[in-house]
């Protein structure tokens, strides 16, 4: 059986992150922490909780998406498949692309899904259940993507997450921002869902387009 | 020329790999290069050139630089000064990253993984068009003497048995330049003499084996000492 380069790539991405120490289910765990602590931080008043809901869903998917980034091309460098990787004959663009894809389906997938789950602990209202799911579905790939990039500079460092985070996070608030309007519309009359949520996916394909570069262009240079 | 003469009729995939694609006419080509680390040059003025079953053990004493012109050889690394150029009979001046396989202080396996599923995925990876190799992940282990560690976590191996492995990856992808830091780090006696008899195979071939070693490899090769004079 010969499988493509890129499918058997996407195949072993996804088995390593199931495996004990992959790391793949401590995005979401993070995320019920982060949104299970938030009532008891705040208090039972619900419609504070309601109003605040999707700005705190936000916040979580994006530290979580973050926690497990700086490993994404770091194990790779340091059992040197990362060597073998940028010498093939794969477009190494492709390559980040295909488990930027990987790491989204193992971190950022599982976000979307249980966030209308998590929002009912927010008091959310059930018509503000899709239009979170809507804009972290449209939002976290994007967020992925630039965190790829501060995974592929800090590369070289031993504990180089936090330096990650730093790199990221200005790149991170416009997704922030149309984000959590796009989510909030729902339940408010004076903005519409539409025009954030258009802005994001624009966000999102400009992020599709370019990181995939960015990042190569930085693990090359990191290597060498 | 040095030809090891090996029973090729018995062998129906190395008499393929023979006669077609990538390693048919092969040369490896230095002029002039230079390779650095940091802005440092650590070697200098290098001249040499490779063809077809032949091999090149690159000696020297610890820091010399043997890794970083391994690296150099396989393109992970621009070279500072003058060319280092891979031309076969298919097509010419190609990849160095196309043509060799690399095998450094590193294994490349994930731990997590078992060694099946570690070398299919190289094997997808560093397929190059051409005749596809015959072999699988169990033959290619019970070559390199441990067809039974094929379903293990590479977590759960010893470093000889890692390092098996990684050269296993060697037959799952037919290419013709092999370029190998210590390949024989952690091998026992057996492993030693497998990989041996490997080399020659490949050597016989027609393929070019690179190789930075410390103990000698058993195959007739050209000498570079690194660190003495420079250039061979």
Redesign the interface.
Known sequence: MSASPLAALFLREIRVARRIGGGGMMGVVFFLILVTITPFAIGPDLNLLSRIGPAILWIAALLSTLLGLDRLFQADHEDGSLDLMLACETPLELIVLVKCLAHWTVTGLPLVIAAPLFGLMLALEPEAFWAVAASLLVGTPALTLLGAIGAALTVTLRRGGLLTAILVLPLAIPLLIFGVSAAASATSVTTPFMTPFLILCALTLGALAAAPFAVAAALRHMSE | MPRIDLPLETRPDLQVLNQQGPFAAISATCETLGVGRGGRLLIENLNFSLENGRALVVAGPNGAGKSTLL?AF?????PAKGRWSITTGASDAQ????L?H?L??????????TAR?NL?????????PGP?SLHTPDSALKALGAPQIVDLPVAYLSAGQRRRVALARLLLAPRPLWILDEPLTALDASGQALLNTLMREHLALGGILIAATHAPLGVEALQLMLGAEGAA
């Open positions: 690296r396989a393109g992970l690394l621009p990849e160095p990253g196309a060799a690399y450094g202080h590193a294994e490349a396996s994930k731990p997590a993984l599923e299919e995925f190289w094997r997808a990876m560093l397929a190059i596809a």
